[in-house]
């Protein structure tokens, strides 16, 4: 393969400085701040100059929000990396660095899950929705291999509501293709219905309980956060029969 040509690597200096800058922004000022005009400021150069690199603001947004993925995934990865290969182990190692990430990094945290729709980021979706990018690898291959170990308690497909079969559906065969492709494969009849959903609840839940946490919108002053947390994820491994340790 030929060496990238000096405008090639001008090209990606440029736009590692464009991301730069923006993530800065976003980390000072919040999704808001992310601006074209805000950048070029900084950059010293137009607005109209940051056309060449990206389509529109959403564009950017759209490969700033993968930078901050990517990097709330190398540190989980971090997390888990002395773990031994316990699926269990590392799902919950991996629920508690999601938090700890989300309190340190609230800016982002905002812009990648707390985007409102019509809002900064709309095609952020969930770390669940975005099963093929890092921080859904990582979440999922370590769920696929508690799946396949453990004998859960798993509620009957017939409590599935009706009107969300078609899209549990849908997202059933979407797991089972990650977890093939992370190396994590469980056979079709072990992940149906009723585990699908098991596992949105769980998701929601841990995403739900974060949220509150990150923007300081629990119902009551809580004194001790660190100790509802870990009360919260004892009663979801309660919930299918695993032990959170």
Aim: aromatic fraction near 8%; glycine fraction near 6%; include cysteine.
């Amino acid at each position: 393969m030929s060496s990238p040509t000096r405008r090639g690597r001008a090209r990606a200096a440029t736009e590692q400085d464009i991301r730069r800058t923006a993530r800065k922004l976003l980390v000072d000022d919040g999704p808001d701040a992310v601006t074209l005009r805000a950048i070029a400021r900084e950059l010293g150069i137009t607005a109209p100059a940051l056309y060449r690199y990206y389509e529109s603001r959403d564009d950017l947004v759209e490969n700033l929000r993968l930078d901050v993925c990517a990097d709330l995934a190398a540190e989980l990865a971090v997390d888990i990396a002395e773990l031994p290969d316990d699926g269990m182990l590392q799902l919950f190692a991996i629920c508690k660095g999601f938090r700890r990430w989300a309190l340190t990094h609230t800016k982002e945290f905002t812009l990648v899950f707390a985007s409102p729709t019509g809002g900064v980021g709309t095609t952020a979706g969930s770390a669940l929705h975005r099963l093929d990018e890092p921080f859904g690898r990582i979440f999922l291959a370590a769920a696929g291999q508690v799946l396949a170990i453990h004998d859960l308690v798993m509620p009957p497909n017939d409590v599935v509501p009706p009107e969300l079969r078609d899209d549990l559906t849908a997202f059933q065969g979407e797991l089972l293709a990650v977890l093939a492709e992370s190396g994590r494969a469980i056979a079709p009849e072990k992940l149906d219905l009723g585990l699908t959903y098991l596992m949105i609840q769980f998701w929601a839940r841990l995403y739900g309980h974060v949220t509150l946490e990150v923007f300081g919108n629990y119902p009551i002053p809580v004194s001790k956060p660190d100790v509802l947390f870990e009360a919260m994820l004892a009663d979801l491994a309660r919930d299918v029969g695993l032990d959170a340790r």
